[in-house]
């Protein structure tokens, strides 16, 4: 019986075609094994010999438009746009109401940039199509949009998809792009809970959703959908990327881990993986396991900046400040614009005695992330332990031309304390109370002493919130 398996009935078929066509004879041969032969070389990527079969089944069916659809189709795929055209409109005199057809000869035009008679076919075609060819139309619909850079409709062509066939692969992908490039990520969760009432079991839709929700920054609602799509597909490893991705984001990191296991084998280990098995185990404070993740990620890419700098963290953790300092070297001359390599920069030449130099760039750090308040509080709290509190306030006034944050007056009321000017450091508390009771425990970090400060208990005790 091994002789009438389906592999071993294909590659007779291969090797009697084969054989004729060195004869340079082709014999008659039945459609339905032309067309296996063409997915035969075609799986083989031996795109001239399917063309070559091709054009065989074409001088024995003349009239078949199947044969020089299929012609059209490896024409187009192979970027061959013009070649393809002339194919599927052979293919379209004997299938007229073809959507098939139709959606290649769509990708040709707009293969050469001929979009306004792509888009005349589309709304032809339209009239004629229904159920899933339809739903291809619509997807074919989007691609003409997206490339004309109109993502809206492209949004609206892809609802229309999906709206027809809920479960159609390529509008289930390329939607959330389109929810990208318009912004529309509460429309997008709604529409995808709409899909999912009916088909609970759409992977795709689940990853959509956790998508939607953590661009609104949901990242509860997030973890939880991309948890539903690898329950519904645990093959899936982009959810399993974005789940631990998520969850380190929640700063659940052993449940990133937990994600990250039940995933082993199924998700590809890259440099970025590796960093974030790193950083869950850094904040786990397992540093010996961080430090062996992001050396696995440094060689298979010597130019990781990332994990560079991650290793001078764990460095700093340890108080291993020149071994800090080398890896923060490294990071940062593969990266001169991120602020956080700076700031670990700063605080290694700080940590190791070299203050102008740390000075130079905690100021860089600043002005490189304006907008963020931690970094002018990083640079006003090393003037702060240098014994520079003028210069700090000075930082602090830079700071609130770019940046916001209580913090920012926690601090400044910190430095008028250094100063010696006391009452008008209680009154600026009192008033830092008032705004924002819970983040007074920033200025303890500061001056320690001030926890059991008479004056300073008395003021928390008068603005504690009921």
Known sequence: MQNYRPENL???????????????????????????LIDYYCAEAKIESA??????????????????????????????????????????????????????KVKALMGLKNISDAFEIIDTTKSIAFGKDLSQIYCCEAILHESTGKFKRMFESLRYALTIDPLNEEALESITWAVEMTGNYDESVVFHN??????????????????????????EMAAEAYEYALITNEENEFAYRECMHTYIKLKRYRKALECYNDGEGKVRLDGDLLINLGYCHEMLNDIKTAQIYYNQAIRRCPKNDRAYYQLGECHGRNNQWKKALKSYKKAFVLNRRKEEYI??????????????????????????????????????????????????????????????GIELFYCRIACLFYLGKREEALYFFGEALLEDYKKHDYIFNLIPALAIDEDIVRLLCKYQPV
Not at 11 to 27: D, P
Not at 84 to 98: F, H
Not at 204 to 213: I, S, V
């Open 10 to 36: 294909i590659n007779m078929q291969v090797s009697e075609y084969e054989a004729m066509s060195q004869k340079g004879t082709v014999g008659f041969i039945e459609e339905t094994v032309f067309h296996s």
């Open 343 to 404: 700031t670990g920069l700063a605080e290694a030449f700080y940590q190791t005695g070299e203050i102008e130099k740390a000075r130079n760039l905690f100021q860089k750090a600043a002005d490189t992330a304006p907008e963020t308040p931690f970094y002018w509080l990083r640079q006003a709290e090393f003037l702060l332990d240098i014994g520079e509190a003028k210069g700090a306030i000075a930082v602090l006034d830079e700071a609130e031309i770019y940046a916001e």
């Open 51 to 104: 063309l070559e079969v091709i054009d065989h089944a074409v001088e024995q069916y003349p009239y078949s438009a199947s044969f020089y659809s299929r012609k059209g189709e490896i024409l187009v795929y192979s970027e061959l746009f013009e070649e393809a055209l002339i194919s599927l409109n052979i293919a379209a005199v004997y299938a007229p109401a073809s959507v098939t057809i139709s959606i290649l």
């Open 194 to 219: 709409s899909i999912l009432d009916k088909h609970p079991y759409c992977d795709r839709a689940w990853f959509n959703l956790g998508q939607a929700y953590a661009c609104l920054e949901d990242d």
